[in-house]
């Protein structure tokens, strides 16, 4: 803000003292009227307001600098905080581009998709959040400017009345309390000023405090959303290299007494699909009972826990088999199937 500098004086102020032919009755009267202008009081209330301006012209650079700072650390800070980011997720492509089978391949590809539009998006984001917090405050600068102007006017002008008030009373007959009424009006000026000028910089701070924080609370958002994502797109990546294994079988190996009605159920370390391959049910020594059909015979395809409904008979000894490419999780990878007539075995009732 460039405020006019009166230091120059009384001139500036439009504080131009005429030469009056009526002698006062009093010193400050006579100071007052006389040629040079020098009444020491006047020239205190010149000074008070020449030093004013100067306070308020350095507040608001000082001020405007702070921000200026702050904005340009934050956006530092940002830009940082992504690069790390960046490389972090760079180090780990690149620590799994060794990729050996065709999911493999195509989970890497579909991450590196994924992850350029992530910090794309995380970039747009900060940008428009920084962008919108120059905005704000360039704008709360230029409001604070435009009252701080005004409020150095209405000084100014209340100044210049008092002064001709003075004038006029020390031309009066109330010239003996000419003084007393000049430096109470000039004090109440200044003070209407002061009062004027601490509401306007506690707006101007709250304005510059409030756009911050939503400046700050929009890239935290921004942050943890590219974080949240990196991480189901890291675990998706990471299924490609880790099969799933089997958690449980229900029921257990080597149940006995098992109803007839009973469903099967397979819980997987993670989600899986139904792909290509069969789940074989056996009874009696390897007699086939059941040709798993992944379409008709079982269900849960995309969670944790694959169910399979058997039509089984009292009495009779049952194990089951499950081809290697039955199911695969999200990444690709295939569970490797279950060949061993020992491994999930159980007896009807």
């Not at 650079?61 to 997720?89: G, M, P, V, Y």
């Amino acid at each position: 803000m460039k405020i006019k500098n009166i230091a120059v004086g009384l001139l500036i102020l439009g504080f131009v003292v005429p030469n009056f032919s009526l002698a006062a009755s009093n010193t400050f009267c006579s100071q007052l009227l006389g040629s040079t202008g020098t009444n020491t009081d006047v020239k205190k209330a010149v000074k008070t307001y020449t030093s004013v301006d100067s306070k308020i012209t350095k507040s608001l650079a000082r001020d405007q600098k702070l921000a200026e700072n702050k904005n340009a650390s934050d956006i530092k800070k940002i830009k940082s905080a992504t690069d790390k980011d960046n490389k972090s997720i760079a180090k780990l492509a690149s620590t799994l581009s060794r990729a050996s089978t065709s999911s493999q391949t195509a989970a890497l590809s579909t991450y590196n998709t994924t992850i350029t539009k992530l910090s794309t998006d995380r970039i747009t984001a900060d940008t428009v959040s920084t962008s919108k917090y120059e905005a704000d405050m360039a704008k709360a600068i230029s409001t604070r400017d435009t009252q701080t102007k005004a409020l150095l006017a209405t000084y100014d002008s209340a100044l210049k009345a008092s002064l001709a008030q003075a004038n006029e009373d020390c031309q009066d007959t109330i010239s003996d309390q000419a003084k007393s009424i000049y430096i109470k009006s000039t004090e109440k000026a200044l003070s209407t000023f002061n009062a004027g000028f601490e509401a306007e910089t506690q707006a101007f701070i709250q304005n510059i405090v409030t756009s911050r924080a939503v400046r700050a609370t929009s890239i935290e958002t921004s942050k943890s959303k590219f974080q949240t994502a990196i991480g189901e797109a890291k675990k998706l990546l990471a299924n490609a290299w880790t099969p799933p294994t089997v958690v449980s079988f229900s029921p257990v190996d080597n149940s006995t007494d098992v109803s007839t009605t009973i469903d099967l159920v397979i819980t997987f370390s993670e989600p899986v699909v139904g792909k290509s391959g069969k789940i074989m049910i056996y009874r009696d020594g390897g007699a086939t009972q059941l040709r798993g059909d992944l379409s008709t015979d079982v269900s849960g395809s995309g969670t944790n826990k694959i169910t399979i409904k058997p039509a089984l008979i009292s009495g009779k000894n049952y194990y089951v088999t499950i081809e290697p490419t039955a199911f695969a999780d999200l990444g690709g990878s295939y569970y490797g199937g279950l060949s061993n007539t020992r491994t999930w075995s159980f007896t009807t009732k």
